[in-house]
């Protein structure tokens, strides 16, 4: 989507000013690749921060739930005021966010096990596709579950 067509989808997702990100990248797709980047790594240093303050007393699994809690709503504004560009609702919007992010882990379960498991399929090329696939559905998902927006009456939408 060009800048020029951001008003195109504002009744998708509500969106009027394009603001600073998709004024750079041009394109919704590739501001949510860059949000979606950016807090895949934020989400991976979280994890080691925690593994290593918490040490040895807990589960690691521990580290990698509270790298999740402080990841996911970085995440939620992030894509909500970069990506979607959305106001109002921002409870309705989180829960909605938080079912996208868990049916895409679901999906990624389940999609990578299919292929692995079913198809025997090499592991690691068919996480990487996988993975893939699920970025895109959670595009779609985050943008008509998570951040829709009814157009409004006046839009001709």
Do not use: C
């Not at 580290?63 to 402080?70: E, K, M, Q, R, T």
């Not at 951040?147 to 409004?152: A, H, I, L, N, Q």
Request: aromatic share 8%; net charge positive; hydrophobic share 55%.
């Amino acid at each position: 989507m060009s800048v020029s067509e951001t008003g195109a989808h504002a009744g998708a997702t509500g969106a009027e000013d394009p603001g600073p990100l998709l004024r750079l990248v041009h394109r919704q797709e590739v501001a949510f690749a860059v949000v979606g980047g950016f807090n895949t790594a934020l989400g991976m240093g979280l994890t080691v921060m925690w593994l290593a303050i918490l040490g040895d007393s807990v589960p690691p699994a521990a580290a990698v739930v509270l790298a999740y809690a402080i990841s996911i709503v970085i995440a939620f504004v992030l894509h909500r005021t970069l990506v979607f560009r959305v106001h109002g609702h921002v409870v309705r919007d989180f829960i909605r966010f938080v079912g996208v992010n868990s049916g895409g882990l679901l999906m990624n379960m389940a999609l990578l096990s299919l292929a692995v498991s079913v198809l025997h399929l090499p592991s690691k090329p068919a996480a990487v596709v996988v993975m893939g696939l699920v970025a895109v559905a959670s595009y779609f998902g985050h943008r008509y579950i998570s951040f829709r927006r009814e157009p409004s009456a006046g839009s001709g939408a």
